[in-house]
């Protein structure tokens, strides 16, 4: 044990670690807070389709030869997210066709324009770092940190100020539009954040396991809790305590940093549920 | 509304704390790199500035890719590592090759045996090598690379 000690204090010298834990912990408590709402709205799979459209975006970024992609992926997950939130119910193709389709659109035209026109010498890399995270998170920039930082203090600013707005619009949009709740604007605030948490959450775990993050913490809190807040607050300290789990396990026993905060997720969720049928017997 | 005004100041105070646990007070990088990264001694007391050897792979892979990020930091360094040794395509320069832990992404850093003329005194193509040397700079041309020179297998 205290070789596993000595061994992470050795580990925090390491810039690059401590950057990694400030965004890991910041991507987690941000996905949380959105994960109950699109849990609970069944949008679970959103998180996947636009993070596709984010892959897309980063290969056309690539393509062109922007040095720096987060803007151009940003806007175009934000618009993506936008269109899939706000008015994909009231479209002809609606639902979970319509999130599948981005979702596999994004994905193949993303991989056939980096096949086609990308410079890199290290294709199957390139794409296997955004697919699956390998170790971005590990090889952030200071700039790349500052940034997650404020991205992430305005999607939590944003979650506590339309805290009222969200709960409503979450459990019955309908109800919420009859009261006077601009549901039409709410909508598209937390398709803006959803689609900021996506860019942002690419890093930590890569673009295919980003459901992953967004949908453990929330279905583990609701295997123990019933309200709204108390899911959330539970949620959150789930996310954290996995992802910052995950990025220790991860670099202690040299695994994949993504897969390995999953399969943390996943560990909690078994745990919660075995915990929530052993308390259900006892009633 | 006073609740979440305090909710939110709490927040951005939270925020604000964790830039400051990003901020360096270390040594300085080296001259001129401007750069923000900084190597961190892991030796045993030996001559080793920065001794990969002793890291994970997933840290060996991030570190490595720093390194080749901002190598202005790392010049004049005396580096250990271990990977697998392989050449280009004509033979010309020699790498000690790691891969990430997804085994989808690899990156090298080449090096320049001392007092070896390859394939006399270089390990065989593919086969696991430790290799210790100086990090220094060379250009081809108007481009920069970076060698660790003076190398010897460990």
Same mark, same amino acid.
């Given at each position: ?283 | ?49 920065? #001794?990969? $050897? /002793?890291?994970?792979?997933?840290? &060996? ?10 190598? =202005? ?26 891969? #990430?832990? $997804? /085994?989808?992404?690899?990156?090298? &850093? ?10 006399? =005194? ?33």
């Amino acid at each position: 044990m205290s070789a596993v000690l000595t061994k992470l204090v050795e580990y925090f010298q390491f810039p690059f670690v401590r950057y990694a834990l400030i965004a890991g912990t910041l991507i987690a408590f941000c996905s949380s807070l959105l994960g109950v709402t699109l849990v609970l709205r069944r949008f679970s799979f959103i998180g996947d389709g636009l993070s596709h459209v984010a892959f897309g975006a980063m290969a056309v970024s690539a393509v062109v030869g922007l040095t720096n992609d987060m803007p151009l992926t940003l806007a175009i997950t934000v618009i993506c997210a936008i269109l899939l939130l706000r008015t994909g119910q009231s479209t002809k193709i609606n639902g979970d066709a319509a999130v599948a389709m981005i979702s596999v659109g994004a994905l193949a035209i993303g991989y056939l324009l980096m096949n086609l026109f990308s410079k890199s010498s290290n294709l199957s890399g390139d794409v296997c770092t955004t697919l699956f995270g390998s170790t971005s998170i590990l090889t952030l920039s200071k700039f790349e940190v500052v940034l997650c930082i404020v991205l992430s203090a305005v999607v939590a600013a944003a979650f506590i100020l339309f805290y009222n707005r969200v709960f409503a619009v979450t459990f019955d949009e309908n109800f919420a539009a009859s009261a006077g709740t601009r549901t039409g604007a709410s909508n598209t605030a937390i398709a803006i954040i959803v689609a900021v948490v996506i860019v942002l959450a690419m890093n930590l775990v890569g673009s295919l396991l980003i459901s992953a993050l967004i949908i453990f913490p929330a279905l583990s809190a609701m295997r123990l809790f019933k309200s709204f807040r108390s899911v959330t607050v539970c949620s959150a300290i789930l996310s954290v305590s996995c992802s910052v789990s995950g990025i220790l396990i991860s670099i202690l026993g040299g695994t994949p940093v993504g897969s390995t905060i999953v399969a943390v997720d996943i560990a909690v969720f078994a745990m919660f549920h075995i915990i929530s049928l052993i308390k259900g017997g006892r009633k | 509304m006073m609740k979440k005004t305090v909710c939110i100041i709490f927040s951005l105070l939270f925020v604000c704390s964790l830039c400051s646990c990003g901020s360096e007070k270390t040594q300085p990088a080296s001259a001129g790199s401007g750069a923000e990264y900084q190597t961190v001694p892991l030796s045993d007391g030996s001559d080793v500035d920065l #001794d990969l $050897t /002793a890291l994970s792979s997933t840290m &060996i892979y991030s570190e490595v890719y720093n390194i080749m990020s901002t190598p =202005g930091d790392y010049i004049g360094k005396t580096i250990k590592m271990n990977g697998v040794f392989a050449t280009d395509d004509n033979e010309n320069y020699y790498f000690c090759i790691i891969k #990430d832990a $997804t /085994a989808c992404c690899q990156q090298g &850093i080449e090096f320049i045996l001392n007092g070896a003329q390859y394939p006399d =005194g270089y390990p065989s193509l593919g086969s696991d090598i430790t290799v210790l040397g100086t990090f220094e700079q060379y250009y081809e041309g108007d481009q920069p690379y970076y060698h660790l020179i003076d190398a010897t297998l460990c």
